[in-house]
C-alpha cells in the first residue's frame, strides 16, 4: 500500500502571499491527483499528472517521478482560496481501489 | 455538463438503522466510486461500480454494499447503522477507468 505524506498539514498565510503544499508518496504510481475540498465538503479535482508540471490560472502542480514527490503552488493567494487540499495517488493497475489519499493540507489566507 | 450530484445533502439516522444514499454521475460516465471521509481516517475508498458491476472494493464490512442501476446511477446502502458511520460520504465519476474522476458535493451523514 502506498503511503502518501503531505506537508504542511496547517498553513496560514497572508493574501498575496506564494502558498508551496507538498505531497510525497513511498511507492511507484502511474497518476496523482490534487484536489481542493471546501468548507461544506464538495471535492473539486485540480489537476491530474503523470509526469511534468502543469499550470492552470494561479494554479501550477509539479511532479518528480524519480523522487517520488509532487508540489502545488498558489501564486498571489486570496482568501478565496482557503481550503483543504488533498493530493491522491494512483497505484498499480489505476483501479479506484488503488486510490490512496493524504490527510490533506488545511490552507487559510488571511486578507 | 451537469455534474456528479447526490441525495440527500445531509442525513440524521439512529444506531441501527439502515440508510441508502444516491448518486448520479456526469452523463456518460460509467464509472462510479465510492469514499468514506472522517477526521480520523481521512478519505477511503469504499467501492467502484462499472456497468452494473463491482470492480473493486475497499475494506469495509459487509454492513456497506452498493449497486449500480443501467443508467449508471449508484446507489450505497449502510445497514444497522453504528456511531463510527458518521462521515462526509462522496461519490466520484468517471468514463470508464477511474483514473480521472469527478466528485460530488457528498452526502453528510450523522448517527446519534
Known amino acids: 500500500k502506498n503511503e502518501v505524506e503531505q506537508s504542511p498539514q496547517n498553513l496560514t498565510a497572508q493574501e498575496g502571499e506564494f502558498i508551496t503544499i507538498n505531497c510525497s508518496y513511498s511507492v511507484g504510481i502511474s497518476a496523482l491527483h490534487w484536489l481542493q475540498q471546501h468548507p461544506g465538503g464538495g471535492i473539486v479535482s485540480l489537476f491530474m499528472?503523470?509526469?511534468g508540471k502543469k499550470k492552470h490560472g494561479r494554479l501550477i502542480a509539479t511532479i518528480n517521478i524519480q523522487e517520488k514527490h509532487s508540489s502545488l503552488h498558489i501564486t498571489a493567494s486570496h482568501p478565496r482560496d482557503s481550503a483543504v487540499y488533498i493530493c491522491a495517488v494512483f497505484t498499480s493497475g489505476g483501479g479506484a481501489d488503488g486510490l490512496t489519499f493524504g490527510k490533506g493540507t488545511h490552507l487559510i489566507i488571511q486578507p | 455538463k451537469a455534474g456528479v450530484t447526490q441525495t440527500p445533502r445531509y442525513l440524521i439516522k439512529t444506531r441501527g438503522q439502515q440508510v441508502t444514499l444516491s448518486c448520479s454521475p456526469i452523463s456518460g460516465h460509467r464509472s462510479v466510486s465510492w469514499y468514506q471521509q472522517t477526521p480520523g481516517q481521512g478519505l477511503q475508498f469504499l467501492f467502484e461500480?462499472?456497468?452494473?458491476?463491482?470492480?473493486n472494493k475497499g475494506n469495509f464490512p459487509g454492513r456497506f454494499s452498493g449497486r449500480q442501476f443501467s443508467n449508471s446511477r449508484s446507489e450505497m446502502n449502510v445497514s444497522t447503522l453504528e456511531l463510527g458511520d458518521s462521515a462526509l460520504y462522496l461519490c466520484?465519476?468517471?468514463?470508464?477507468?477511474?483514473?480521472?474522476?469527478?466528485f460530488g458535493p457528498g452526502t453528510r451523514l450523522t448517527v446519534t
Open positions: 466520484a465519476s468517471s468514463l470508464v477507468s477511474p483514473y480521472e474522476q469527478y
Open positions: 461500480y462499472f456497468s452494473e458491476t463491482q470492480r
Open positions: 499528472l503523470s509526469s
